[in-house]
């Protein structure tokens, strides 16, 4: 069964820093495409950012470029968002979630299927 | 791309039948000969999961009484018999074109 399990959320004063983490487990890692959406409350989704399964490529969503660096380890099964710069606007809920078919990554195209639960990031004095 | 559904909430009674609308401001589908149009579920308290992919195609475990249809910029989910189980918010969402986006969510509630 595949699994994705989130860390890292927190309460961050507006300028910080906050690093977030998905454990990926029951998947091929290396080869899997892999991205962040983020979920503010109340509101909808938005994607934020995605990476290859190499790590070779990345996207960013306008708002966050910049300031989030997506990466990945894969000999530990692990995805990252570095998040800098943080602003109350980040304040969501972040999943990270597989693409369903990583072989159209580098021509720009991508969804999701499996989705973690979530890790809660509050941007706020 | 702009993603638009229609409507944005929706009362059903169980057993009957729900359709949720999707459009899309530019053509969805690609030169591989795919339509990147997807449909998501997200129930409360839960994370989204992901009901249609490729305008049509059922993702694993999905029952069939969930179908999608559609092609170019519009499209539609269509739940043939609603039951309990199947409230909360429903999302299309576009992969062809970064930065990928997502419809404004429909929610369904039971009557």
């Known amino acids: 069964e595949v699994q994705l399990l989130e860390s890292g959320g927190g309460l961050v004063q507006p300028g910080g820093s906050l690093r977030l983490s998905c454990a990926a487990s029951g998947l091929t890692f290396s080869t899997s495409a892999m991205s962040w959406v983020r979920q503010a409350p109340g509101q909808g989704l938005e994607w934020v950012s995605a990476i290859s399964g190499s790590g070779g490529a990345t996207f960013y969503a306008d708002p966050v470029k910049g300031r989030f660096v997506i990466s990945r380890d894969n000999s530990k099964n692990t995805l990252f968002l570095q998040m800098n710069s943080l602003r109350a606007e980040d304040t969501a809920v972040y999943y990270c979630?597989?693409?369903?078919?990583?072989?159209?990554?580098?021509?720009?195209?991508?969804?999701?299927?499996?989705w973690g639960q979530g890790t809660m990031v509050i941007v706020s004095s | 791309i702009v993603v638009t559904q229609t409507p944005l909430s929706l009362s059903v009674t169980p057993g009957q039948p729900a359709s949720i609308s999707c459009k899309s401001s530019q053509s969805l589908l690609h030169g591989d000969g795919k339509t990147y149009l997807f449909w998501y579920l997200q129930k409360p308290g839960q994370s989204p999961r992901l009901l249609i992919y490729e305008v049509s195609s059922r993702f694993s475990g999905v029952p069939d009484r969930f179908s999608g249809s559609g092609s170019g910029t519009e499209f539609t989910l269509k739940i043939s018999r609603v039951e309990a189980e199947d409230v909360g918010i429903y999302y299309c969402m576009q992969g062809i074109h970064l930065p990928w986006t997502f419809g404004q969510g429909t929610k369904v509630e039971i009557k």
């Open positions: 979630a597989i693409h369903y078919d990583s072989s159209g990554f580098y021509y720009g195209v991508g969804a999701f299927d499996i």
